[in-house]
């Protein structure tokens, strides 16, 4: 899973650009910088003229790298949630998606969480939907749910026979909206009770 853009290096026929190769370090200077200014300033802080000065990054490059602010943002997030929420593939699923969802409940409650706020905020303030959000970030994530959820259906660790979308929907869906919205009553216990639920015949 890529949590950046592909260089033109990593695309068949892509048009040669002039100037210097993009560089790895570079990349990660902006999209860390991103991330930081998000979680700490919020999207009053994170502005592409900041990211360029915490990242040592010109702003011609980083418009040259990423279409504008949003797309960059969702790349910051999602190159941290991969690192913060690998999802296993080699687990029993039923413990894979109960370690996940407690180490997703966690990260809501840090940086992550703040930074999933911004991104979001600025999806419907640039756009006025989710679609990209959805597009660059959750349906990568959620296919690779789904295809744990399926392989516990297949095993028989998971009881459950509705659509393993359904079944994803239904925990992360519900843990999403209750952290969006700050409803009370997100712990350890609920989505452990929420995963049993899910999974049950």
């Known amino acids: 899973m890529h949590a950046t853009p592909p260089s033109d290096a990593e695309v068949p026929d892509a048009p040669r650009r002039r100037g210097r190769p993009r560089s790895d370090a570079a990349t990660s200077a902006v999209l860390d910088a991103a991330y930081r200014l998000s979680a700490t300033e919020g999207l009053r802080g994170a502005t592409i003229q900041a990211i360029a000065a915490a990242s040592g990054v010109s702003k011609m490059t980083i418009y040259k790298w990423w279409e504008g602010r949003l797309q960059l943002l969702i790349d910051a997030y999602m190159r941290q949630a991969t690192v913060m929420l690998p999802l296993s593939e080699t687990l029993p699923p039923p413990e894979a998606i109960r370690a996940h969802v407690q180490q997703y409940l966690v990260a809501l409650r840090g940086d992550l969480g703040r930074v999933q706020l911004a991104v979001l905020a600025e999806c419907m303030a640039e756009t006025g939907n989710s679609e990209l ?6 349906s990568v994530r959620r296919a690779l749910g789904v ?3 399926r392989r516990g259906q297949r095993d028989g660790s998971i009881a459950s026979q ?3 979308e359904a079944l994803y929907d239904q925990i992360y869906g519900t843990i999403f909206y209750r952290f969006q919205f700050g409803l009370k009553g997100l712990d350890k ?5 929420l995963v049993d ?3 049950a015949a």
């Open 133 to 138: 959000f959805v597009a660059r970030y959750l």
């Open 147 to 149: 295809r744990v959820i």
């Open 162 to 164: 509705r659509p393993a």
């Open 189 to 193: 216990g609920f989505v452990q009770a």
């Open 197 to 199: 639920t899910a999974f």
